[in-house]
């Protein structure tokens, strides 16, 4: 446990790619999202929606997946185990999470008590992310930070046990997998039913439920590829 701590101060050390630029670029999108609605606030009918939240998972994303292919090398070659390894980035995954959760549900608050930031604006507080119950609100913001880790976590090892190729491998099987499925729905005409599925869904299933189903498989499947993985 001693050295998953340790892995996990490592991350760290690079603070820039997990504290300044996620917040930095989220800082940037939401101060240009309000001053583009407060300009044409008077001609909007409707309430204002952006999506520059997401920014903020993107770039986690980025380094989930750069702490893996810059940092492992370096760990497995101070002597610490692939086990200790991947603890020790789970726990910084889950900690800043928690963390990043909180922060963003705060914000959110604000953005509610303040109407908006005075022009009616949901940044922090999307529609599909805002559910009633407190506790399932900010895992709303904290699982998707999971989600994207274990993400991160899995195309990093790929890369690093299989190289490019491994890469390219993955990347046929998605958009043959995906292509397949999109061309089985419209042949069979099930495009309706499957948006009609995805609208029934509750905010607190597609941003908890589901979310957290799949990061369970994801961390399973990393884990496993990890322990054969070459720094």
């Known amino acids: ?12 050390v690079d603070w820039p790619s997990v504290v300044a630029w996620p917040w930095g670029i989220l800082a940037l999108s939401f101060v240009i ?10 001609n909007v009918d409707v309430e204002p ?9 993107v770039v986690m994303f980025v380094a989930c997946v750069s702490s893996i292919t810059q940092d492992f ?20 995954y889950v900690g800043q999470a928690i963390a990043y959760a909180a922060v963003l549900y705060l914000l959110a608050m604000a953005e509610q008590a303040t109407d908006g930031w005075g022009i ?5 507080g999307l529609p599909f992310l805002w559910v009633e119950h407190p506790v399932l609100r900010f895992l709303g913001f904290a ?11 899995a195309i990093a090892v790929v890369f690093k046990r299989w190289g490019v190729n491994g890469m390219l491998t993955l990347s046929t099987v998605a958009l043959v997998g995906l292509g397949g499925l999109a061309v089985l729905a419209t042949w069979l005409r099930w495009w309706p039913a499957i948006v ?19 990061t369970l498989p994801l961390a399973v499947l990393s884990y496993l590829a990890i322990r054969r993985a070459q720094p």
């Not at 999202?33 to 008077?42: D, G």
């Not at 929606?49 to 998972?57: D, E, M, V």
């Open 143 to 153: 699982i998707p930070f999971l989600l994207l880790g274990f993400l991160g976590i």
């Open 1 to 12: 446990m001693n050295r998953a701590l340790t892995v996990a101060r490592l991350q760290f």
């Open 73 to 92: 090398p370096f760990a497995i070659g101070l002597g610490i185990s692939r086990r200790s390894f991947y603890l020790g980035n789970v726990l910084q």
């Open 120 to 124: 009616d604006l949901r940044f922090f």
């Open 49 to 57: 929606t952006t999506g520059g939240l997401l920014s903020i998972y």
């Open 196 to 214: 009609g599925w995805f609208a029934d869904q509750s905010g607190a299933a597609l941003l908890v439920g589901w979310p957290a189903l799949l």
């Open 33 to 42: 999202n309000l001053a583009l609605f407060a300009s044409m606030n008077e």
